[in-house]
């Protein structure tokens, strides 16, 4: 019966080296259960069977603990749990997607140098070439940044 009290706390103490590396690093709570653990079955091992099991005991102890650190720590171990998926949208569309370089509007709010443009009857955030452009002037696009559409003032002939 101490024999199996002994591999329960050899597993468990396992467990919580895993759980220390993989899922709660710095914290050490898992270290220090795991030492707790390990330390349990080490004294079960000297009182009940003496020192040569109690020496057996941490040499099987100190193995398994490498063998899951170098298991736990590679790379390929937690592909099996991770997520696959990948997400190819986003919260709203890109305006290069909408809008072409070229195309025209007015500004909505001062351009300095960012504000809102209206282009082809949507709103768009815009950053102005010019240093500043004031509300309701004619702007064109002449490129795009992320979720920014690039104006520059249109000039009148």
Request: hydrophobic share 55%.
């Given at each position: 019966m101490i024999a199996?009290?002994?591999?329960?706390?050899?597993l468990l103490g396992l467990l919580f080296l895993v759980a220390e590396l993989v899922l709660?690093?710095?914290?050490?709570?898992?270290?220090?259960?795991?030492?707790?653990c390990y330390g349990g079955a080490v004294y079960l091992a000297y009182d009940e069977f003496g020192l040569?099991?109690?020496?057996?005991?941490?040499?099987?102890?100190?193995?398994?603990?490498?063998?899951?650190?170098?298991?736990?720590?590679?790379?390929?171990?937690?592909?099996r749990f991770s997520l696959?998926?990948?997400?190819?949208s986003s919260s709203m569309p890109l305006p290069s997607e909408q809008l072409?370089?070229?195309?025209?509007?007015?500004?909505?709010?001062?351009?300095s140098p960012m504000g809102k443009v209206e282009i082809g009857g949507r709103t768009y955030e815009a950053k102005s070439l010019d240093a500043?452009?004031?509300?309701?002037?004619?702007?064109?696009?002449v490129g795009f940044e992320n979720f920014s559409v690039i104006v520059k003032t249109v000039k009148n002939r």
């Open positions: 199996i009290f002994m591999v329960l706390l050899i709660l690093p710095g914290v050490s709570i898992g270290a220090l259960l795991s030492m707790v040569a099991a109690a020496i057996g005991t941490v040499v099987v102890i100190v193995a398994i603990s490498l063998v899951a650190t170098v298991v736990s720590l590679r790379a390929k171990t937690w592909q696959r998926q990948q997400i190819r072409a370089v070229g195309d025209r509007g007015t500004t909505l709010s001062r351009l500043y452009v004031d509300p309701r002037c004619e702007v064109e696009v």
